[in-house]
């Protein structure tokens, strides 16, 4: 009646995310399932917030793994720190900004934007002359834009323009976590959430958050109850860290192999990785500059993640795109927005950035140029 | 610096979900990784699809797996259809029932509830008579509690009496579907919720969900934005049939597996799967009878996917359960709430209902009772 087993591609993923899969975290993921309130499970837990504190640079005890992708990640920050009419300033340089501030204005918070144009990023002195308008509870911020291919810098100053007007600073790490440097405690953010899938080359399906002392005082001071249930951060603690109860039926599949990843990771080092990616990543510049597809966004904030690439005049971006997934069985993406046929979108993201991939890649393109 | 690899117990689960994941759908788990938006991701949603409308017995073409567990299926279900002052009447007879309602509390809408003692189901009158307290938009009701054991029966009954009074019918599908008999178009229920972990069988991380024409409207008639981005429907059916636009980064891993296991199910036939669920779960019964922890619901409205059984006087209920975990293995669950210290909630769900788990759970409780 219904075809049985699905076929599925071997792809090679050089996209915004997901990442390949380490193999000891696909091994893991097929480890027999556990109770979500089985004491393994959360002495796994305790573990992972270990590896956890130490890919975020910090000390944060709310630190956790929703069962949920980056954008619940990206809600629940959004749900547990806001409360209705809340004044948030959200900085807006990209497709995933702007969708802080959309998520926000479902909120029913009064919603500030900043912008600049695709493949810019802020200067302090934006941020902060427009943190001056009012006091904001909040000010909102990705840090590496997967839609650009931008690295927001000056991070720890921007905390610090946010604290001296009275507002949190929430930083989007689900492009940076683990692919580039993240110091939530020595730069002073207040939360901040990732994804699963991206640098940190797990399945798709968990978001890293972690909530400083200043964000856990706004929570627990909260005045209304967070609208979602399903993403109350409060609920998490008790069923991490507290009592462990009951909150939700956990996927300890999806736990077992983002620990494996997070041990990958932590096993390495961090600072080891940063700069391996980094050179695999310029291994892909120095090729597209010689295939006549140059990196959009100038070096100096340029994210080795995720490269956007100019599409060479007279080469149609969506006809490659297609021939690169069905005849090499390489996925990328296109451009977001206003860059949809001007740019692609290349991922070197954890168990993806090998030099093997980046030679792969450049040779197709070469062969899909002529 | 980290223990690795981590050391999982192989546990046989017969607590009230997970239930055990079939071999194949473990193997489909570790299937390499492939993105979002991959045409085969697509085809495999596709193949979904028609599988969930099989098994909810259901042509809703709004019939998804969200990336979320059960609770999110819960959220989205009311987030969806409710705007907030909306009125809602919760149908409360144990744990999941109250969890609906404070869910739509925190949504901000007008809550009613008409609650029943615990182990006790609604008769029809008695849902006919609240729906006639005011004009209610929606009647919110458990089909399987989790928490007692109790199958909620007349469900096409209490759909004619919502439809009577002008309110949609939303069900809790989550303990009931692919268990026992779930008939969404022949009972006209409007919209519907489950989780992949029970008796589907699959990992725990997707929610299947389906909307009705009726609910779907509601849906598309809205004055304010779902307040949930990340479980907007609309979105979902973008995503997953429209024009396939990116909402958030859905595993692939979890949807590979969920596959593979309702293959299984629809495989086996569900009239066929729920007559051998039964008859294992009367061997239960019988079984805890001889031992002196007799099933707590009467056999009219007993559930085959989940038994309460009395612990016998004299038994300590927390002690037995720790040392059945420890000794033997095996999970199963403590009561909630008000049964917490006299009933063991014992679940038979898809892979887990065997009659050799069946035997295993009844020596090793005779062991423990001496």
Known sequence: MFPMPFEVPNRILLGPGPSMTYPAAMQALATPTIGHLDPSLLALYAEEQTLLRHVFQTENEWTFALSGTGTSGMEAALANLLEPGDPILVA???????????????LGVQVDRIEKALGEIFSV???????????????ALVHAETSTGAEQLHIAEIAAAAHRHGALLLLDTVTSLGGIPVRIDAWEVDAAYSASQKNLSAPSGLAPITFGPRAREVVEKRKTPVSSFYLDLHQYADYWNGAHAYHHTASASLHFALHAALNIL??????????RFRANAERLWVGLEELGAPAFIPPAYRLPPLTTARVPEGVDPHAVRARLLQEHNIEIAAGFGALKDTVWRIGLMGYSSRPENVDLLLSALKSLFR
Chains 1, 2 share one sequence.
């Not at 497709?95 to 959309?102: I, M, P, Q, S, V």
């Not at 002195?125 to 000010?139: D, G, N």
């Open 92 to 106: 807006v340089k990209g497709y995933f900004g702007a969708r802080l501030a959309e998520m926000s204005t479902r």
């Open 266 to 275: 932590v096993e390495e080092g961090l600072e080891s990785g940063f700069t």
């Open 125 to 139: 002195e934006e941020i902060e002359a427009a943190l001056q308008r009012k006091p904001f509870k909040l000010l």
